[in-house]
């Protein structure tokens, strides 16, 4: 029985030494959980119990268990390499087939798809075209690098405050947008077209009386609902103030006029400029959209404006046109939002990454490649955005790095040598009884 006993601590020993062998070799592998060998004696038992002088039959393996504590993050500088602070495993697919992760080192494919050294994509939450996140259906996260379509402005927000001790510029005198005489204050706000192309609205602001101002409005120096009109006319519109400085009323021309008020917003309506037709003019000579002429056109809310005794200036201003833009930078925040900057000053989220947690870490099945696969022991995982609940947050430009603690390791490698040696000459022990039996024969 001795030789058996012996033999079973041998076996386990040398498991032992392949179990911290492995931890050792992947002391530099990103996103590697160290496993750690656990034991259990074995006694002979009958179906009346095991007896009271019974010695036992030696040692056997019981498990191989994983150690998923958190390992080092540290800082790659590459945007696509991300390391999970906290719970949770990356979600991966070979082509339908869900694996999971904590190695977050991260490229691009052929196809803009976020994927793996060996081609596994990432998988997330997708956008809808306004760029808000779709959540609860997950896909592979793709990053588009095809330019972003340009938007005409259709809105403009403006902060402005008239001064009311300017003085009051008579009636008498006729609007010259080259001549500073008839008017107090301008304005410039660049606009874009259905095709991207930049324009500049000018809004001229004459006082006219003690709470009353005219604007005078043109675009690219022309007037916005007839551009091939010479001399320009510009869009008028007259605001009247309260006593407290806000806006009372407001009027814009004759009614059906093509620009009128709408609760305190001048509304151009029908105006969408298609494009530039020649670039060389000063200003620029654009031409009608035709079939964009019934588009709702620029709305410009003057709910902000004020007039108070303080200069006249623009406080605030915000347009939502914008020309096409070509993708210049990623970022990716700690939410697993994926956010890309374009050249034309935009921004807006592409995707999400999505992390798994599992009931049961210890129960999945490890298959190589630092991934895991779901087992019925491991139950199934919960998806969700990072941070939601107790998943971890992503940092990105980082991975992390092996949980083996290598001093550790280098400990139960003398251990396991130790062990070894012991069970060794215990068999040896048995061997030198034997022959002593034997020789008294």
Do not use: C
């Not at 947008?177 to 304005?187: A, C, E, G, I, L």
């Amino acid at each position: 029985m001795s030789f058996n006993i012996g033999l079973s601590g041998l076996y386990a020993a040398n498991k032992q030494l392949d179990v911290t062998g492995n931890n050792i070799a992947n002391v530099a592998t990103t996103g590697f959980k160290s496993s750690r060998a656990e034991f259990a004696d074995v006694y002979s038992a009958n179906k009346l119990g095991v007896g009271s002088q019974t010695v036992g039959n030696g040692v056997r393996l019981a498990s191989v268990s994983q150690q998923f504590t958190n390992g080092e993050i540290t800082n790659t500088g590459n945007v696509l390499d991300m390391g999970i602070q906290g719970q949770g495993f990356f979600v991966l697919s070979d082509n339908g087939s869900l694996s999971y992760s904590r190695a977050g080192a991260f490229q691009t494919s052929k196809d803009n798809y976020v994927v793996t050294a060996d081609g596994l994509r990432l998988r997330g939450y997708g956008v809808d075209g306004n760029g808000k996140i779709i959540n609860g259906v997950l896909t592979d996260l793709k990053i588009d690098t095809s330019a972003l379509a340009p938007k005409s402005t259709t809105s403009i927000d403006q902060g402005i405050n008239l001064n009311s001790s300017d003085k009051v510029i008579p009636s008498t005198t006729k609007f010259d947008p080259t001549d500073d005489s008839t008017w107090n204050k301008t304005f410039a706000t660049k606009i874009y077209d259905s095709q991207g192309n930049e324009h500049v609205m000018d809004q001229y602001y004459v006082k006219t009386d003690t709470n009353e101002w005219k604007s005078y409005t043109l675009i690219d120096g022309r007037n916005p609902l007839d551009p091939s009109q010479e001399p320009p006319e510009p869009l008028e519109g007259t605001i009247s103030f309260k006593p407290d400085g806000s806006v009372d009323t407001m009027t814009a021309g004759a009614a059906g006029s093509g620009y009128e008020v709408v609760n305190k917003v001048f509304k151009l309506t029908g105006w969408v400029p298609a494009t530039v037709t020649d670039a060389t003019a000063k200003p620029p000579v654009w031409g009608s959209n035709g079939s964009e002429a019934s588009a709702s056109g620029i709305a410009i809310d003057m709910t902000q404006t004020t007039s108070y005794n303080t200069p006249t200036t623009r406080l605030s201003q915000s347009q939502d046109g914008y020309a096409t833009g070509i993708l210049s930078s990623l970022s990716i925040d700690s939410s697993g939002v994926m956010f890309a900057s374009f050249s034309n000053q935009q921004s807006r989220a592409i995707g999400q990454v999505a992390i798994a947690s599992f009931a049961n870490e210890q129960g999945l099945q490890p298959m190589g490649g630092t991934r895991w696969t779901e087992t019925y022991s491991s139950g199934i995982p919960g998806i969700d955005a990072p941070k939601t609940g107790t998943l971890g947050a992503i940092a990105s430009n980082s991975l992390e790095a092996s949980n083996v603690n290598l001093t550790n390791e280098l400990v139960e490698l003398i251990k396991a040598q130790s062990n070894y040696q012991a069970n060794a000459k215990t068999i040896s022990t048995q061997s030198t009884i034997m022959q002593t039996i034997i020789q008294m024969a």
